[in-house]
């Protein structure tokens, strides 16, 4: 299976700019998606092959990368964005996700 | 709007069986080709894919837990089903069904399952 790792913790303010990393242990083209969880809710997906943005999900989020280097990269900070955010793979089965990275208050 | 809910005891003993349903409500379950999946978060908050089946039951299982997995779909009740044998602590979680068999654009609530006897 593949693995996707990720840092378990990233502290932030709001405003600052904020890049979630997810590495992969073998190359996966551009098959990665991108989740964020708020406590007590399932997961919403904010993107899928690496960079296209789900509808209505603002657009202060982006994400990039191809191949085993992906970032999500939150240009402004919002209150509303603490929480934690996943990367998921689909360029094979199993279907793996990261560990997660809790953006949390600095 | 498309919507998912899970349905199923919320604990279990150590060696019995799990099973779980989702309902799919708002939408057919055959329209779409979709695949809709199973995926469980332990506590903590490690997400694992469980696995998933379509209309006409073709599955896919994640490896791991494929000797003790059983997916199935009910096209006449809208519903697909999860069943987990030999349960250990180690599967308590929540359980998770869902819509996507590469990205997963569709999420129930989730249901607790606790093993413990």
């Known amino acids: 299976a593949i693995l996707l790792t990720q840092s378990p913790s990233l502290p932030a303010s709001v405003g600052d700019r904020v890049t979630i990393t997810c590495r992969a242990s073998q190359g996966i083209s551009s098959a990665l998606a991108w989740y964020q969880q708020k406590p007590g809710k399932p997961p919403s997906l904010l993107m899928h092959d690496a960079s296209s943005l789900e509808s209505g999900v603002p657009s202060r989020f982006r994400g990039s990368g191809f191949g085993t280097d992906f970032t999500l990269t939150i240009s402004s900070l919002q209150p509303e964005d603490f929480a934690t955010y996943y990367c998921?793979?689909?360029?094979?089965?199993?279907?793996?996700f990261g560990g997660g990275t809790k953006v949390e208050i600095k | 709007q498309v919507q998912l809910q899970e349905s199923g005891p919320r604990l279990v003993k150590p060696s019995q069986t799990l099973s779980l349903t989702c309902t799919v409500s708002?939408?057919?379950?055959?329209?779409?080709?979709?695949?809709w999946s199973w995926v469980r978060q332990h506590p903590g908050k490690d997400l694992e894919w469980i696995g998933c089946?379509?209309?006409?039951?073709?599955?896919r299982y994640t490896p791991s837990l494929r000797s003790r997995l059983t997916i199935s779909v009910d096209t006449s009740k809208n519903q697909f089903s999860l069943t987990l044998t030999s349960l250990t602590a180690a599967d308590t979680a929540v359980y998770f069904c869902a819509r996507g068999t590469t990205w997963v654009d569709l999420w129930g609530q989730g249901t607790l399952v606790t093993v413990s006897s």
């Open positions: 708002d939408g057919s379950i055959t329209s779409g080709g979709y695949f």
């Open positions: 089946i379509n209309y006409s039951g073709s599955t």
């Open positions: 998921q793979q689909y360029n094979s089965y199993p279907l793996t």
